[in-house]
Nanobody
């Protein structure tokens, strides 16, 4: 089992920044990548960003490109999401996820390719 714990969420004004962290523990050996997803009430979970440990490939949803940056430290089993120029529409519960198998770059965007999930951290952006 792998446990994931997110932190760093909070309330910020539009245009501000937050940095989310996700620490993985447990049977992390064999992890192939991690990702961030977000969800608002009544809506489906949305992919935000992901990183693959092999080759350090990163992928983003178009709405956050140029504003969010995902980075990770495989040795520390930690992934970060630096969020700049935040907008009210970024308000959501943000989850990190860990993947143990191989996938394609498109597969990195798909929640079902991830094996473990954290409990989430709330990000609220006020206008």
């Amino acid at each position: 089992q792998v446990q994931l714990v997110e932190s760093g969420g909070g309330l910020v004004q539009a245009g501000g920044s937050l940095r989310l962290s996700c620490a993985a523990s447990g049977r992390t050996l064999g992890s192939t990548g991690m990702g961030w997803f977000r969800q608002t009430p009544g809506k489906e979970r949305e992919f935000v960003a992901a990183i693959g440990w092999s080759g350090r490939r990163t992928v983003y949803v178009d709405s956050v490109k140029g504003r969010f940056t995902i980075a990770g430290d495989n040795a520390k089993n930690t992934v970060y999401l630096q969020m700049n120029s935040l907008k009210p529409e970024d308000t959501a519960l943000y989850f990190c996820a860990a993947r143990m198998g191989l996938t394609t770059p498109d597969g990195m965007r798909v929640g079902t390719t991830y094996n473990y999930w954290g409990q989430g951290t709330q990000v609220t952006v006020s206008s």
